[in-house]
């Protein structure tokens, strides 16, 4: 069955293509907006997800229902096991599940970025676009930022910060590093709260932030519940989407097609369309219509913990307290890139609640690699749309990612055993981190617990990555254009060369901004 044509069908309602699509529909486009998950009105959102702390939906099984993708899984290192990978489904995308953190890169950032070819994405392109996209309440009238846009950013005062927000920030400082009000100003580094995109102490997702107003334009459409298996191509030229809704098998023509489904669906539809690794497409069976490296650059930002047990004064006081409020941003070499390791603060340490290894409330220290040289790797497992692709991070394959998660590892357990971080820490420190600090002075044997036991922050990126032509990784051009097809783009954090040296949601709200000005 096929339906009438659009200007542009945007598959993915996340943080990049409900941007993308609202101000496409706003420039008189007519866009039809497809999402895998359900389509549903700010009002209707279950309340846990509004909670300042993730963990109070997280945890909460009729909220995580029907907003998480179920069966997608991940390894982390190449020691590890599959395991839960989460990715926000319904509009709103991850930007419905995530820490709430509105942090962007720092420019040095966007300036890698031009030099590996991404022409008019360099700190004097991107920043308009931060701008155009925040309502910051502390720093808006400042030149780089903004007052009046969807996304509302504030920080949470100090004297409202949990515990070990209050122990990391004057840890670090009294350990030297620097003070830095705004983390969002485009060479910050040092100690920072973190801009929280929340309004009144309450969730705000790119659907209540752009979604919602924009249902009354009579050019733009959205449609939930819908599974795009594949790019419907006439000759080289993409001209449509095939689509699953209700078991029926559907086609939706468009101009220009837009996959912003995610570091994870958006390779995975390319790869169903045949535009990906020949010989991966060729053992599944598809026919190969353009050999690019498609899901072979993955990053995310592998991160270690030094769980802290807590005094009663300094635990968490009920679910909703939120959950951290704190960064450090800093540089750990005088040969290393600026500010590749960031530390964090977490009120509440989620392994050690998943795992329940202690009868006491605990938080944690983290440490997290902002920039990062090992790739991961997405495969498909077959060439079915509803078959959740085979992911491996890869995290640490490179030895240079290694050494520099040593050094932040054991400043980090510096930090901790600091008397600033002893206030809020009840029993012994080394009991509660027993496996890690058996191993600290050891090389190897720190590298044989980080491979066993670093997380990632689930920052994926770099699935789809954007470069000059000629070079080996690149599959989107500068304009997001998939090489070797026309009228297909990329937008979403898949795209980006690497992983930021931030949380990734404002960073992928930005390239829905700024490709919906440049897509004509």
């Not at 910050?188 to 102490?201: D, E, F, K, L, Q």
């Not at 790797?377 to 749309?385: C, G, Q, R």
Request: hydrophobic share 40%.
């Amino acid at each position: 069955m096929t339906s009438g044509g659009w200007d542009v069908i945007v598959v993915g309602a996340g943080s990049a293509g409900a941007a993308f699509a609202v101000r496409s529909a706003e420039k008189g486009k007519r866009v039809l907006l497809l999402e895998a998950g359900p389509d549903y009105r700010s009002e209707q959102m279950h309340e846990a997800w509004r909670s300042p702390n993730p963990v109070v939906a997280l945890m909460d099984p009729t909220a995580t229902e029907g907003l998480l993708w179920t069966g997608l899984t991940s390894s982390r290192t190449d020691r590890q096991q599959q395991a839960p990978y989460w990715r926000g489904r319904g509009v709103g995308g991850s930007s419905s599940i995530n820490g709430q953190i509105a942090i962007r890169p720092p420019m040095v950032d966007f300036e890698d970025w031009t030099a590996l070819g991404c022409s008019g994405w360099s700190p004097e392109d991107v920043l308009p676009y931060f701008a155009k996209l925040e309502d910051d309440a502390e720093f808006g009238d400042e030149p780089h930022h903004g007052r009046g846009g969807p996304t509302p950013i504030h920080r949470m005062p100090q004297d409202q910060w949990g515990g070990v927000d209050t122990a990391l920030a004057r840890s670090a400082l009294a350990a030297g590093f620097g003070w830095a009000p705004d983390v969002n100003a485009p060479s910050a580094t040092g100690v920072s709260p973190y801009p929280i995109n929340s309004r009144g102490g309450r969730r705000v997702t790119v659907n209540d932030a752009y979604l919602q107003a924009a249902r009354e334009l009579s050019t733009l459409s959205i449609r939930g519940d819908v599974l795009v298996d594949q790019v419907v191509f006439a000759g080289d030229r993409a001209v449509g989407v095939r689509l699953l809704v209700d078991g029926q098998v559907l086609t939706e023509h468009a101009d220009t097609v837009v996959l912003s489904a995610g570091v994870i669906h958006s390779p995975a539809i390319l790869l169903r369309s045949g535009v990906g690794p020949a010989a991966h497409l060729r053992f599944l069976g598809i026919d190969v219509r353009h050999d690019l490296p498609v899901g072979r650059g993955m990053q995310d930002h592998p991160m270690a913990l030094v769980s802290i047990p807590l005094t009663d004064a300094a635990a968490v006081k009920t679910p909703h307290d939120r959950h951290t409020n704190v960064c450090v941003r800093w540089t750990s070499g005088s040969s290393a890139p600026r500010n590749d390791l960031m530390f964090v603060s977490l009120n509440q340490n989620v392994l050690a609640m998943a795992s329940a290894s202690t009868g006491t409330s605990s938080g944690a220290f983290g440490v997290w690699l902002n920039q990062n040289h090992s790739r991961g790797v997405l495969t498909l497992v077959s060439a079915d749309p509803s078959d959740q692709p085979l992911v491996r991070q890869r995290m640490l394959s490179d030895e240079r990612d290694l050494a520099r998660m040593r050094h932040g590892v054991r400043a980090l357990v510096d930090l901790a055993r600091r008397p600033e971080a002893a206030e809020i820490t009840a029993g012994s420190l080394e009991k509660e981190n027993e496996a890690l600090f058996s191993v600290l002075e050891s090389d190897s044997g720190l590298d044989d617990y980080l491979l066993a036991m670093v997380v990632d922050a689930q920052h994926g990126t770099s699935t789809c990555r954007m470069g000059a032509a000629g070079a080996p990784g690149t599959v989107v051009d500068s304009e997001c254009r998939v090489l070797g097809v026309d009228g297909l783009h990329v937008v979403d954090a898949s795209v980006f060369p690497s992983v930021p040296r931030a949380n990734t949601n404002l960073a992928t709200i930005m390239a829905g901004e700024l490709m919906a000005d440049r897509i004509a």
